[in-house]
């Protein structure tokens, strides 16, 4: 029988959210921080405030735009969740830096699934990180969109990036209730991680959420 995916629930935006999606199940929160584009932003005080109250058995993540080593650091130590999540590439410095100067923060990096280049990127990004995360954004617009689009990408990619890679994959990008089973059997991914499928009116939605959970629990 398949593992089932681990869970992260991200955009979270307030303590009671972070103790509901726990509650219901998930085995991590997205935090996010400053982005150019997408929901979910909180301030810095307010993600250090709610990492600091998540269970040890959780793990939070830090979303960050930053692009250089040296401002992702920066950026971890105001707010010290236990994962930081790069959502665009690095412009300066390496992983490599981030590493010597957080050695017991595991490090995520997104991979925006646009075409068969996303492969590339996939394969040299995950010798040097802990986990792939595949979403559907463009960082190539002039406005970058960086997550929680609430659109799904080609899946075929997904499973040829979760083939060729030897970290565990992360799933994004538009899942939802209806959709999570066909992801779950299509990618067969370490983890799935959502946003807007499981809101309503920008707030995290019990129902919606539960039905999720009940989805992915009876594959």
């Not at 997904?158 to 799933?171: T, V, Y």
């Amino acid at each position: 029988m398949q593992k089932l995916p681990k869970v992260k629930i991200c955009c979270i935006s307030s303590q009671k959210e972070a103790r509901l999606a726990i509650e219901l199940g998930a085995s991590a929160l997205g935090l996010v921080g400053p982005m150019p584009s997408g929901p979910g932003i909180i301030d810095n005080p307010l993600i250090k405030q709610i990492a600091k109250i998540t269970p040890a058995e959780i793990s939070t993540f830090l979303l960050t735009s930053e692009t250089s080593a040296q401002n992702i650091i920066a950026h971890y130590k105001k707010v010290k969740t236990t994962t930081i999540q790069i959502v665009d590439e690095l412009s300066s410095g390496s992983y490599q830096q981030i590493r010597q100067a957080l050695p017991h923060v595991e490090l995520v990096q997104v991979i925006h699934v646009i075409d068969e280049n996303s492969v590339k990127q996939a394969i040299d990004a995950a010798k040097h990180v802990d986990y792939i995360l595949l979403d559907s954004g463009n960082p190539n617009l002039e406005i970058k969109e960086l997550g929680g689009t609430g659109k799904t990408h080609n899946w075929d990619l997904s499973l040829k990036i979760r083939k060729a890679i030897d970290k565990p994959l992360f799933l994004a990008g538009g899942l939802t209730p209806d959709n999570v089973q066909h992801a779950i059997k299509r990618v067969k991914p370490y983890g799935l991680d959502l946003c807007s499928g499981v809101r309503t009116d920008g707030l995290l939605d019990e129902d919606k959420l539960k039905s999720f959970f009940d989805k992915v629990n009876s594959c």
